[in-house]
């Protein structure tokens, strides 16, 4: 009965997790570039009461008997599935269709960061930057720089960043792509931003449309890929596992009080 209590609080710490995570994925469902989370559980360890036991010449095998003890969080995934593609018409809303992030960081400094939210702006001096003023960096770990005269600005899918100035279509960069072994593995820290972690790998950096890289949507933003309905319903598988670790510790509640009461 002890055991059980113990049992059920390990499931209430689980799937307040899952709750948490399920509550953080449907407030970025509107994000740009936001990848969903995803929660997995594992038990905990088992009691061993009897061991196994190997057949001999006139009695067979016994299986093993072992009491669960709880449970305990496995991993929290990030889920690196595309979002959908919103058209904005903007040349500076950017989309990656495929493998690969966008660069951003100081002007050739060493602590970059990696996102797939490619809504960019020019500042006043014409370089491309993020929400925060981060520079869009190309393949060099350069910034890219607009000259404000000129009259057009382009980017194509294998992110060569074009102008028209003087009537002339001048060739001024092209936008960087990261890609990595293990996207998953990467660590979030916050504003749409991710970063390298030790079980990542390094960031492979390059053009896009090489190596495995996707190819860039200039004019569009890629959604978040939260899917609410299948998130209403972990919602409810959480809430209803939730309730069902609460009964345990009531029912296990109750027998103590039983086997307390005998004494009267």
């Not at 989309?95 to 002007?107: C, L």
């Amino acid at each position: 009965m002890i055991r059980s209590m113990y049992s059920g609080i390990s499931g209430l710490k689980n799937f307040q997790t899952k709750l948490d995570v399920i509550g953080n994925n449907i407030a970025n469902v509107n994000t740009y570039g936001f990848k969903k989370g995803r929660t997995v559980f594992k038990d905990l360890y088992s009691q061993t009461v009897a061991g196994a036991s190997a057949p001999g010449a006139v009695r067979g095998g016994v299986n093993p008997k072992q009491v669960g003890l709880g449970s305990q969080l496995a991993a929290i995934d990030t889920i690196h599935s595309g979002g959908s593609m919103q058209t904005t018409g903007n040349t500076l809303d950017l989309a990656i269709e495929g493998d690969g992030f966008f660069i951003v960081g100081e002007n050739g400094g060493t602590e970059n960061f990696y996102t797939r939210a490619g809504n960019f702006y020019l500042d006043e001096a014409g370089d491309i930057v993020d929400g925060d003023g981060r520079y869009l960096l190309d393949e060099g770990g350069a910034k890219i720089n607009v000259d404000l005269e000129a009259t057009s600005l382009s980017i194509g899918q294998d992110g060569a960043v074009n102008i028209v100035l003087n009537g002339v279509l001048t060739p001024i960069g092209n936008v960087g792509l990261a890609k990595f072994n293990n996207p998953g593995g990467l660590t979030k820290v916050g504003g749409n931003l991710y970063q390298e972690s030790a079980n990542s790998g390094a960031a492979s950096e390059g053009l896009p449309l090489a190596e495995g890289r996707g190819a860039i949507k200039s004019g569009s933003l890629e959604m978040s890929n939260v899917d609410l309905s299948e998130e209403f319903t972990e919602m409810i598988v959480a809430q209803r596992g939730f309730q069902a670790n609460t009964r345990i510790i009531t029912t296990s509640d109750e027998i103590l009080q039983e086997l307390v009461n005998l004494k009267r």
